[in-house]
């Protein structure tokens, strides 16, 4: 799309969204292009503005680390999105099977070249800060029905400290040296917290409240876990976190603040009970997306199946 069609659609976009009665985004993670996708049919038919893929959006890890497949994976998947999306925009983080190896953190060692597909798969611009810095982390700034919204996409896998125990059944890092983010993108992430905003959206790929499962989450590491939310804690009452990975949708309160975790697109998860003490009703481990719309007064969160119906739902007033 050349500079100029570009300029032009970016004003169309924001002329209609100024109009509008509310603002619509789609979310989702886990999407295997080896997969059906039938998913984007209700997901077209909800009308959306955005769309924010939250992890796992290719498979293309392999047990050795190397990237043959995730070269492939990303050609493949270039082939099944939908059309639509590109009257859309639209944001990505990654995860593991979008990283290059499953679980994996910092100790990666084709990390840099896995971030290198990664920027070409989602076409970014080589004037972005992820282009020209270790790890996909960014953030974006807008304005809707007159409030500041704060979007911050963290990366927590390219920083990530080792983690501890076997597979499936991880236990704390309790090295106060261990990190999520890396020293850089905390520093990045304590300074956007700076800025002027009404509203605070924090997407990470794995889970940030729960603490009852034995999977990947943040409180793995219980030091960073405990630092993420006392930064956050003068505006708990303006925060939502998103993200996914689990193979299964919830919503988690800690507090004041949201969770709604969006898993899977197309890769249904175990069936088996899973509770937490911040878990609000059950999870759902069919295949499900998330819709987050703003409006002028309130905040709708929801997950949805892949019909479009409505599993669990949250409103908040603004």
Known sequence: MKSNSVKIYLLIFAINIANADSVKFGLGSCLDQDYPQPIWNSIEKEELDYFIFLGDNVYGDSRFGNLRKMKRAYDKQKTLLPSFLNDLEVYAIWDDHDFGINDGGGDYRFKRKAQKLYLEFWEISQNDERSNR????????????????????????????????????????????????????????????KDEFDFL??????????????????????????????????????????????????????????????????????????????????????????????????????????????????????
Request: negative net charge; hydrophobic residues 35%.
């Open 134 to 193: 270790d790890g996909i982390y960014y953030s974006r700034d807008e304005t809707f029905f007159d409030k500041r919204f704060k979007f911050i996409f963290l990366d927590t896998r390219f920083f990530r400290s080792e983690l501890v125990g076997k597979k499936s059944n991880y236990t704390e890092n309790r090295d106060k040296d261990a990190t999520m983010l890396g020293i850089d993108q905390w520093k990045w992430f304590e300074n956007q917290l």
């Open 201 to 318: 959206f924090i997407f990470s790929s794995i889970q940030i409240i729960a603490e009852n499962h034995r999977f990947e989450k943040w409180s793995n590491f219980p030091y960073e876990y405990d630092k993420f939310f006392n930064l956050i804690e003068k505006f708990k009452d303006k925060t939502i976190l998103f993200s996914g990975d689990r193979h299964r949708a919830g919503i988690y309160k800690k507090g004041e603040v949201i969770e709604i975790t969006s898993s899977s697109m197309n890769k249904p998860g175990s069936s088996f009970d899973e509770t937490d003490k911040y878990l609000v009703g059950v999870t759902y481990p069919q295949v499900n997306y998330s819709i987050l719309e703003i409006f002028e007064k309130s905040i709708s969160l929801k997950i949805k199946d892949i019909d479009g119906s409505i599993l669990n739902s949250i409103e908040l007033n603004h």
